[in-house]
């Protein structure tokens, strides 16, 4: 969204409350007047439709997944704990773009261990989802790169509500198929039905 540079008469106290408020929220004195703004005449900025989603995802997502410190507003990373040795967690890291077009926004998951076991089961199921993905949506576009799975949403709708639910819905498919998976990591044949029944059971959006 485009910005442009506007005078202003305001009082120095309603000033001095704005850049207090500015503080408290971790932004600039510009920001948080153009969101106040945009509250205030019903428009939602693309600022305040990312927080909308990412608190949406959160409520829907619940207690399952732990919220993690965020460096950027664009973005939303949660973690989730794996039963099994050496206690991993699983790394969900939801960015949306300011400017949706193709695509709203992008997941991108990963797994910090030093077991190369547990690095190739991981490998595993990523190529699995992956494929299996393919299956049901051809068009899906989702990738590893760097021991990391990344996966585009792509969508005509911009409608907050509606993405928030979508993402929800796969990143909630996707950690649960994940467990499962390591649940039966020893029979290969039983995980990739019970990874393939939650993928279709799921109807996901994206």
């Not at 506007?6 to 309603?14: A, D, G, M, R």
């Not at 500015?22 to 920001?31: K, L």
């Not at 996966?151 to 819905?169: L, Q, Y």
Request: net charge neutral.
């Amino acid at each position: 969204m485009k910005k442009n540079v506007y005078s202003l008469i305001l009082s120095e106290n309603v000033i001095a409350a704005v850049d207090r408020l500015a503080y408290e929220r971790h932004t600039n004195r510009s920001n948080l007047i153009n969101q106040i703004l945009a509250e205030y005449v019903s428009y939602e900025t693309p600022e305040m439709r990312m927080q909308n989603v990412f608190d949406r995802m959160q409520a829907l997502l619940g207690s399952a997944f732990q919220p993690l410190e965020n460096a950027s507003p664009t973005m939303l990373t949660l973690r989730s704990a794996l039963s099994y040795k050496y206690n991993p967690t699983v790394r969900y890291q939801v960015e949306l773009y300011r400017m949706p077009q193709v695509a709203v926004g992008e997941l991108k998951v990963s797994m910090r261990t030093q077991s190369a076991t547990l690095s190739l089961l991981v490998m595993q199921f990523f190529k699995l989802w992956i494929k299996i993905e393919k299956e049901h949506h051809p068009d899906s576009v989702a990738t590893v790169t760097d021991g990391r799975f990344i996966k585009r949403f792509v969508t005509e709708t911009k409608d907050s509500e509606i993405v928030a639910d979508g993402i929800s819905a796969y990143v909630d498919a996707f950690d649960h198929a994940l467990k499962t998976f390591f649940c039966y990591s020893d029979r290969p044949e039983i995980a990739e039905a019970n990874v393939e029944k939650t993928y279709a059971d799921a109807n996901l959006l994206f």
